[in-house]
């Protein structure tokens, strides 16, 4: 090998669409922002970032969480009213 480095094809995913990922369950408007700002990064490394997975991920499972969390405000609101 002569002292040379070989590639393995991965890219190194963005640190931002982990953490928008791991957001995502916890706070859902921070883990939206979060990853489509990381989808955005990746999309202008061309090529040199991975973690669009991540990003996709993160998207849904946000766009999940305010969801629920929006149909059990709004029930509770008519329940209690």
Request: glycine share 16%.
């Given at each position: 090998?002569?002292?040379?480095?070989?590639?393995?094809?991965?890219?190194?995913?963005?640190?931002?669409?982990?953490?928008?990922?791991?957001a995502a369950f916890f706070?859902?408007?921070?883990?939206?922002?979060?990853?489509?700002?990381?989808?955005?990064?990746?999309?202008?490394?061309?090529?040199?970032?991975?973690?669009?997975?991540?990003?996709?991920?993160?998207?849904?499972v946000s766009i999940v969480?305010?969801?629920?969390?929006?149909?059990?405000?709004?029930?509770?609101?008519?329940?209690?009213?």
């Open positions: 090998m002569n002292g040379q480095i070989q590639s393995t094809g991965r890219r190194p995913p963005n640190n931002l669409a982990i953490s928008g990922f791991i706070c859902g408007i921070v883990g939206l922002i979060l990853s489509i700002k990381a989808r955005g990064q990746i999309r202008a490394s061309n090529g040199a970032q991975g973690g669009y997975g991540f990003t996709t991920g993160g998207i849904i969480n305010l969801v629920v969390t929006t149909l059990y405000i709004l029930l509770n609101i008519a329940a209690y009213a």
